[in-house]
């Protein structure tokens, strides 16, 4: 009997970070989200990183849809959290990424933001949540001297003018 060539180790870690391992393939699969059907499936050798098939993946899923249907948003566990990605579905697809900043590995968090993905103002203060805009797809953020959570030197004068 032959041995299969591609098939090959991978491995992860659960939610309590014990490792696991196994010999063969692993399934990206991209699933609507209101029907919970896969709407595009790639195979790869089991040791195939995440985010190495996340535009290749998304990719799939355009081509498989009319363009009244392609995806205003993406969302991914965090093994896809990739500046790559993040920039790909925003200037390729006019879409919008989202995906849980994974800080394992990284001294580093995302720039211009804290731990958990919160933008941090010129004087080093997390902005506060805004609510989100639905027409643009983004979240807002307001200035934290303005919302009354902390004392800037400079006031409000390095903020947006805007009247939100």
Request: proline share 6%.
């Amino acid at each position: 009997m032959q041995g299969d060539k591609t098939a090959n180790w991978g491995a992860k870690r659960d939610t309590h970070g014990n490792q696991i391992s196994w010999f063969g393939y692993k399934a990206h699969v991209a699933v609507d989200c209101h029907s919970e059907l896969p709407i595009a499936i790639m195979v790869t050798p089991a040791n195939t990183h995440d985010a190495k098939m996340a535009i290749p993946l998304i990719e799939l899923v355009n081509k498989a849809l009319e363009d009244s249907k392609k995806p205003k948003y993406y969302t991914m566990d965090m093994g896809y959290d990739s500046k790559d990605i993040y920039s790909v579905v925003m200037n390729d697809f006019n879409a919008q990424a989202i995906i849980p900043i994974n800080s394992r590995g990284s001294k580093d968090h995302p720039e211009g933001c804290d731990f958990d993905g919160t933008p941090i103002c010129s004087m080093g203060q997390r902005m506060v949540f805004w609510g989100s805009d639905a027409k643009a797809g983004t979240n807002k953020y307001r200035c934290p001297h303005v919302m009354g959570k902390c004392d800037c030197p400079y006031g409000s004068a390095w903020c947006s003018p805007s009247s939100y």
